[in-house]
């Protein structure tokens, strides 16, 4: 033992804070160090002159005047609400946590384990279910789990449900949409197929600008235009199509068919007394035009010149009118 | 001079020990306290104390439920159970009535205020005691600003009182002249002790005058015992050059 470290515990030794096993090793390096022994000397010395200065018992006035103030002010202040007890009781249960981290360390583990348990419970479960209708779709569409459940993204409708009885187990008969693409000419029979397809019920507008815009300059052109298969969807697309510019696309593509296909001349009078657009009606007048032997033709054309509440559509009918020795 | 007589070259102070140290009374290392509970009368008598001592903690601890709860009536119990220890705290310190006064009403009322926060990790007398020894210590930081001395106590009306008065003086060398020398001999430690830090002064005053151990003075002031133990130091040895002048 040095002497700083002695002169250290001579402090604590004098004021009883010092172990008994370091006051002997204090008391051996003491008996051989004399400036240590003065040194302790002074220490006790001062002890006992610091009590010169004693400490002394407050006079009762003075406890009973600081009682008193102390009473008026307690007193003054607002009691406490309780929801101001409640939110000091809740900071002191968070405060507690904070303080004992191993405590809070263990709860957040016990809830996480529960949830982690609880999580994979619940998806062992929905997985089970899963399987389950799995294996009843494999073994209808013979495809692998993992391929079926690629491909349910595409179905398009579900068409049977059969419940085996006494089972979880049903079968589910469902019709799949699959995106293909296919290259070849417009005579080509499954493209003309897939046009009238595109014509008669495609969603896309442009699809079906497209589809009928095609269709119809086959039929100008020329080419094979079969009255039950494309004249067929372009006298739907001019009956019932919402695009003024589709109708007037197969209202073009109907004209080579005026003169001899009667369901066609019946769909360009009907659009010529009822089409929305004055444009599609002019031009169903003028396809009707070097029609010939046909009377409803004339009556049309007579009850519009009469009645249309376009005048520039009655004056063209009349004109095709004043023809009529041509129109028979 | 009078004082020679307590000329710190000569300890006046009767050995307890083989070489003079102070009898023990708290502190006790391991190896004592396993010789003591190896005495059966002592064990006994210890088991007894500490029984009551849980009992009256319990006690307490109830009176501090209850005004947690919003008793004014157990906050007032526990006002009476330490305002003296306080008063007599803040009085020493701060050598004035007026001063200590203030510190003991603003002490009660943050304790009164914040009894809420007080969870019973400590016991309630190191947590007042916290309380009161801040309030002490702001008030001694701001008298070593305004490097005011004060070497006698005040009364609450500015007149200086005589604490050494209160005092019985039962030693052998008591006499009026000894009386006269030991006043004088006061002031010179009070002035001693206002040339200490606050925090030095404080640490002394805890361990030397209230007498509570190092381990506790430290949870008191949020340091260790350590710290105390080595702020304790820097005191006694301030304490003795300042004094020393005196010889």
């Not at chain 1, 030794?13 to 008994?20: G, I, N, Q, R, T």
């Not at chain 1, 029609?291 to 004109?319: G, K």
């Not at chain 2, 059966?40 to 903690?57: H, I, K």
Request: proline share 4%.
């Amino acid at each position: 033992m040095n002497c700083e470290l002695a002169q250290e515990r001579i402090v604590t030794a004098a004021y009883s804070e010092l172990a008994d096993e370091l006051i002997h090793e204090l008391d051996r390096h003491l008996a051989a160090c004399a400036p240590c022994q003065s040194e302790r000397e002074q220490v006790l010395a001062l002890r006992l002159l610091a009590n010169a200065n004693p400490v002394v018992d407050p006079a009762p006035n003075l406890v009973a005047r600081a009682r008193l103030r102390l009473d008026e002010a307690l007193d003054a202040l607002p009691p406490r609400r309780w929801y101001e007890r409640w939110s000091q009781k809740l900071k002191n249960n968070v405060a507690g946590l904070q303080r004992a981290p191993v405590v809070a360390l263990l709860l957040l583990a016990a809830g996480a384990g529960a949830g982690a348990l609880g999580g994979y419970q619940f998806a062992q479960g929905r997985a089970a279910h899963a399987a389950a209708t799995q294996t009843v779709a494999a073994s209808t569409t013979t495809e692998q789990p993992s391929a079926a459940a690629a491909t349910l993204a595409n179905v398009a409708s579900v068409s049977a449900i059969v419940r085996q009885p006494n089972s979880e187990i049903v079968d589910v008969s469902y019709n799949q949409v699959v995106p293909r693409q296919i290259r070849g000419s417009l005579d080509d029979p499954q493209i003309r197929q897939l046009l009238m397809v595109a014509a008669e019920n495609s969603a896309s507008a442009g699809v079906h600008d497209d589809s009928v815009g095609l269709l119809a300059a086959e039929c100008r052109a020329g080419h094979s235009c079969q009255p039950s298969g494309i004249r067929d969807a372009l006298m739907t697309a001019l009956r019932h199509d919402k695009s003024a510019a589709v109708r007037q696309k197969a209202l073009e593509g109907l004209e080579p068919y005026v003169a001899q296909d009667v369901r066609v001349r019946n769909a360009v009078l009907e659009a010529l007394l009822n089409d929305s657009d004055p444009r599609i009606r002019t031009a169903a007048i003028s396809l009707l035009a070097p029609v010939e032997a046909d009377t409803s033709v004339r009556q049309v054309l007579y009850s519009v010149s009469n009645s249309d509440d376009n005048p520039q559509i009655r004056n063209v009918s009349r004109q095709v009118l004043s023809r009529v020795p041509e129109i028979q | 001079m009078a004082t020679d007589a307590l000329s710190l070259s000569t300890p006046a102070v009767a050995p307890d020990g083989a070489l003079g140290w102070p009898a023990r009374r708290k502190v006790q290392s391991s190896a004592g306290m396993a010789a003591s509970r190896a005495m059966g009368g002592s064990n006994r008598e210890t088991a007894g104390q500490a029984q009551e001592r849980l009992q009256a903690r319990e006690v307490e601890n109830d009176l501090i439920r209850e005004a947690q709860a919003g008793s004014r009536s157990a906050f007032d119990a526990l006002v009476r159970q330490y305002e003296h220890q306080v008063l007599r705290l803040a009085l020493h310190l701060t050598g004035s009535e007026h001063d200590a006064e203030d510190i003991y009403q603003e002490a009660f009322l943050k304790a009164y205020r914040y009894i809420g926060n007080f969870r019973f990790e400590c016991s309630f007398y190191t947590w007042i005691y916290r309380i009161v020894t801040n309030l002490c210590l702001d008030q001694l930081r701001r008298r070593k600003t305004r490097r005011e001395d004060h070497a006698v106590v005040l009364d609450r009306a500015g007149d200086e009182i005589d604490l050494l008065a209160a005092v019985s003086d039962n030693r052998s060398f008591s006499n009026p002249a000894r009386e006269l020398d030991r006043k004088v001999l006061a002031g010179k430690i009070q002035e001693a002790l206002a040339k200490l830090t606050p925090r030095e002064r404080m640490v002394f005053e805890l361990k030397h005058y209230q007498g509570l151990r190092l381990r506790t003075i430290g949870e008191m002031l949020s340091t260790t015992e350590e710290t105390a133990k080595n702020t304790l130091f820097r005191a006694t040895k301030k304490l003795r050059a300042q004094l020393a002048e005196m010889r």
